[in-house]
């Protein structure tokens, strides 16, 4: 396994685990875990189909979208936090430490997503429909970070409109920020942690398949 690799998902689990540490004690994760709804979940359901769509066709479509710094490093194609079938198949350690990485994931995700609402989402009805647009192709593109490809990045774009339309609902647009934001943050939760649990149910059969 190249040690790019080892040496990335290691740092990745520390500083997530550091973060970890932090929202397990900030009261405010423990009031947007117990607002969670069923409505949450089914929006961010409709959204996840969508963005996988979108990101299939840019991929497909337009090969140059499928470029990510860490298909730069490592050499392996449309990849990210999670290994290639083939590596899933080959390598253990970097299966392993996926999964570590992506369970401290989950324990983050409600601060993550409350921090992004603060972001990209907050003051949205202040905006014109352009600017609000570009606003979350920002918040799509800010996930190269991850290692994604291009195309994955540009595709986020459309959670992210996902996620102000229900900050929007949600209180924004009355010029009820505070409520827009919770709402928003619900429903972005609620999409990383069913993306999540996704990533992990599939590593998890290759683990043990």
């Known amino acids: 396994m190249p040690i790019v690799t080892t040496g990335f998902h290691l740092f990745l689990a520390y500083v997530l685990y550091r973060l970890a540490r932090r929202v397990t004690r900030n009261p405010r994760a423990s009031v947007i875990i117990r607002g969670l709804r069923p409505r949450h979940f089914g929006r961010a359901a409709a959204l996840i189909v969508p963005v996988a769509v979108c990101a299939g066709l840019l991929l497909h479509y337009v090969p140059l979208l499928q470029w990510g710094w860490w298909r730069v490093l490592t050499g392996r194609e449309n990849e990210g936090l999670m290994p290639s079938g083939d590596a899933r198949r080959a390598e253990v350690l970097p299966l392993v430490l996926s999964l570590v990485v992506l369970s401290i994931f989950v324990l983050c995700a409600p601060m993550l997503a409350h921090w992004e609402e603060q972001q990209y989402r907050r003051r949205s009805e202040l905006q014109s429909g352009a600017d609000r647009f570009l606003r979350q192709l920002r918040f799509g593109l800010a996930h190269l970070v991850m290692g994604i490809p291009v195309g994955f990045a540009l595709a986020l774009t ?42 992990i149910a599939v590593l998890l059969s290759s683990l043990l398949w």
């Open 158 to 199: 459309v959670a992210g409109l996902g996620f102000m339309r229900a900050y929007l609902v949600g209180g924004g647009r009355a010029g009820h920020r505070g409520k827009g934001v919770l709402e928003a943050t619900r429903t972005h939760l609620a999409y990383n942690w069913l993306a999540a649990g996704v990533a």
